[in-house]
């Protein structure tokens, strides 16, 4: 009898809808959002409907679009068996373009779910990268990040991305790497609390590597090799300088590419790596070190001084 009811049901319609009429076949492009879910049977309980569902008609029976949470409240808050519904008259692909842009504006949907509509107008309905560009209204760029996020993304960091241990800004650097890479990038930047500037130049850094030791010095050490990046970075020329300028810029490289050279040294093998032959021999250019570098150093914070850097 619900399905003779609704032959006659007119786009944009609002009508009463049992609550277990209502189908659930698009709840796979939404996140779960337990604190969301709980405000709105709080909502519901103490307000009622406010606003009603969204749904499409398939196979003989109405499909939420939008309205998700109000459902599950539904079913919850006592004494409401049923939902106010407004029918949009959509096909399969209009349709997750549909949930895509009743969740415009207000509390927009995540990039993941965002990502689970574009590929699923692309590998189950066949719709090429432009045409879904095209459908939902955006660039292709942007149909190309979230379909990397699913495709090009290790399944242990779509999972990540999953449970919001992972910001979609890091997992979009992180589709630069190779599946592995991925992994290893993320429990390097947990362990060393990288920040997303901090995980992208990690990122940048072993793009660049040529060999296993390389990435393995970056993973283990990450914010020593960006220093070191840094100032292996500086330029050996710099048009905006005077001669005497540039003349100093060379040194100012050399010296901070030895000082990170002996940093490293120090802090990954330091005494462990010298012979007991070595250590007297050795003493007095390190007690050298020592004192030019303090020198060096109260020499500087005279010249920053003098600059009155703001």
């Known amino acids: 009898m619900e399905a003779q009811v609704m032959t006659d049901w007119m786009e944009g319609e609002i ?3 049992a609550v277990e009429a209502l189908g659930e ?10 604190a969301a879910e709980t405000a709105m049977i709080g909502s519901l309980a103490r307000y009622g409907q406010l606003t009603p569902v969204a749904v499409c008609w398939r196979e003989e029976r109405p499909e939420l679009l939008d309205g998700f949470k109000r459902l599950a409240a539904a079913r919850i808050v006592p004494r409401t068996s049923s939902l106010q519904a ?3 008259d959509v096909d399969e692909r209009a349709a997750k373009a549909t949930i895509l ?3 415009a504006i207000g509390r927009r949907m995540k990039e993941l779910e965002e990502a689970w509509i574009v590929q699923a107008l692309v590998r189950e309905d066949g719709l090429s990268q432009v045409e879904v560009a095209e459908l939902l209204e955006r660039h292709k760029s942007w ?9 090009r993304l290790a399944e242990e960091c779509r999972e990540d991305l999953r449970l919001g241990l992972l910001s979609p800004t890091m997992a979009r650097q992180l589709t630069r790497l190779p599946a592995g890479n991925q992994v290893e990038v993320v429990a390097a930047a947990r362990r060393e609390h990288l920040t997303a500037a901090e995980l992208r130049a990690v ?9 296993r030791p390389q990435v393995e010095f970056v993973l283990h050490e990450p914010r020593r090799a960006l220093r070191q990046a840094k100032i292996e970075g500086l330029p050996a020329w710099d048009p905006r300088l005077s001669a005497a300028g540039n003349r100093v810029l060379r040194q100012l490289g050399g010296v901070l590419s030895g000082l ?3 940093e ?3 802090r990954q093998r330091g005494r462990a790596d010298l012979a007991s032959c070595d250590r007297g021999l050795l003493a007095p250019s390190f007690q050298r070190l020592s004192r030019d570098a303090r020198t060096v150093a109260e020499l500087v914070e005279d010249l920053l001084t003098e600059i009155d850097l703001p």
């Open 260 to 262: 990170g050279r002996m």
């Open 101 to 103: 842009g009743l969740n």
């Open 15 to 17: 009508r009463t809808i």
């Open 264 to 266: 490293n040294w120090l």
């Open 86 to 88: 407004r029918l949009v």
């Open 143 to 151: 149909v190309c990040r979230r379909l990397a996020l699913l495709e």
């Open 203 to 211: 990122v940048d850094l072993i793009v660049a590597c040529t060999s």
């Open 25 to 34: 076949r698009y709840r796979r492009y939404r996140l779960p959002d337990g």
